[in-house]
């Protein structure tokens, strides 16, 4: 499993290892350990754009998922990322997109760390990569991504 994770902001500094842990426990709960992702941290105005052109909403949010299989659903080709691996949708899944400056402005609002707030941001990233939709599925992703904040983030 291959977990690339890029940093493409300058306000926070982001821990890559830390978030690789995340991104793959994920992964392997859910069980797609096999697959890759990238995991990339932005800034407002690049997640804002990215939120426009692929969403059709012209605000910023705090993360985004790009899965591969989805036709059109390539922030490669808006710059963040480089080019998608060279690798097929059985051994890549896609990317997730965090905004660094939401995801600090969050962990203020909740009163927790920055690291905390990444974590809980990269999990429900990955859902979302691995095909878990919180606005169509009646609480089926929410009520997974509870079970395994706990699991995985309360320790």
Known sequence: MAIEVLNRQRLASVDRKRVARVAKATLTAVNEQRRGITVVFVSDRKIRDLNREFRGKAQSTDVLAFPLDEPGSSPG??????????????????????????ALRQAREARHSLDREVDELVLHGVLHLCGYDHETDSGRMNKLELKLRKKLLDR
């Open 77 to 102: 080709s808006a710059g963040v990322l480089p080019a998608s691996p060279q690798l097929g949708s059985n051994e890549y899944l896609g990317d997730v997109v965090v905004s660094a400056e939401t």
